[in-house]
């Protein structure tokens, strides 16, 4: 297998895609193409001892998709970027999947244009996973489209279910649609239609919908899918993530307050180590753009090395699970005439 890794893409490259591409291909074994400037890539595989690594391969290109490039002219205007070589070796089949920390709406762009959406499906979605009572749930759609239809919605749950069931091992994923109610009667059109697709999914057994789930019972563990649109989606993502944050600094003032609480500190370090741990998104490295018709997987901006190695692994995970024939064998169940 091959995976091609835009080695110029994300807030810390090429230093941490290159180490992360190089842990990678010792780590599983797999060929890493690494896409972009050569002397750079080359600079930071002398600079920390790799420059023998087995499996990489560096593929030059001698440009660089910015966060601030416009995402629907990006590849046009820069053909020779990293991210653009990138999808034409995966459109050109010399690659099995491609994964960049880069431009998130340019990596949606070439992934559209490139990999090509399966044949029925609307919108390619953004499907991350976070942390909640008693495992994780998947957000789908996290960013990729604000504005959504219902068959949009009815597309993202199917999309995730399989994804949650093939890469996740969860059988028959528990599916509710974000709203802010739990009433079948609650939202706007937009969601009421949405439920009714989802209801219908769910009588005929193609779906286990449970139905609306608030927000506050996403992290709790309401679904194993969690289905909204891309402005929703993202938003509580981020929601979750600040409050994480916010609540590991609160305890840690407390922590640290005396030597009394320094002392108690010492003595439930092991549980607090466990509940940072539980919100490092580094070990989930990224997430798929599902509906495309090729593996692309959207690694975090800030990514450093072991995000861009778990990145390539849920990329090889990705590629072998069979989810797109999955989606295909499954469209009839996700269009709406």
């Known amino acids: 297998m091959k995976i091609i890794v835009d080695a110029m893409g994300g807030d810390n490259a090429p230093d941490v895609t290159v180490r992360g591409a190089a842990l990678a291909a010792k780590e599983y074994g797999e060929d890493i193409l690494l896409v972009g400037q050569p002397e750079a890539i080359t600079a ?52 099995d999947a491609l994964v960049s920390a880069g431009n998130t709406g340019a990596l949606l762009t070439g992934a559209t244009l490139y990999g090509g959406r399966i044949k029925g499906i609307r919108r390619a979605a953004l499907a991350p996973v976070l942390p909640c009572e008693g495992g994780e749930v998947m957000l789908c759609d996290a960013g990729a489209n604000t504005e959504c239809t219902a068959e949009m919605l009815l597309q993202f749950a199917f999309l995730a279910s399989l994804y949650a069931e093939k890469n996740n091992g969860l059988k028959s994923p528990r599916v509710g649609l974000v709203n802010n109610g739990t009433e079948d009667t609650k939202g706007d059109p937009l969601r009421r239609e949405a439920y009714a697709l989802l209801k219908a999914a769910g009588d005929a057994g193609r779906l286990n919908f449970v139905g609306n789930v608030e927000g506050s019972q996403v992290p709790l563990g309401a679904c194993d899918v969690a289905v909204c649109d891309g402005f929703m989606g993202n938003v509580l993502l981020k929601t979750v993530e600040g409050t994480a944050k916010f609540m590991a600094h609160e305890i840690k003032k407390v922590f640290t307050a005396s030597a009394g609480t320094k002392i108690g500190y010492l003595l439930c370090k092991k549980g607090m180590d466990d ?63």
């Open 44 to 95: 930071v595989l002398r600079a920390h001892g790799l420059e023998n690594t087995e499996h990489l391969t560096i593929m030059p290109a001698s440009d660089i998709v910015d966060m601030h490039d416009d995402p629907a002219t990006v590849l046009r205007r820069k053909p020779d970027s990293s991210m653009a070589v990138a999808f034409k070796l995966l459109k050109a089949g010399e690659g």
């Open 275 to 337: 509940f940072r741990e539980m919100f490092n998104q580094d070990k989930v490295g990224g997430a798929p753009f599902l509906g495309i018709a090729k593996p692309v997987i959207k690694a975090h901006g800030s990514s450093n090395e072991i995000a861009v190695m778990n990145a390539v692994r849920r990329a090889i995970a990705y590629t072998k699970s069979g989810m797109i024939d999955a989606v295909k064998e499954n469209i009839q169940y996700m269009t709406v005439e």
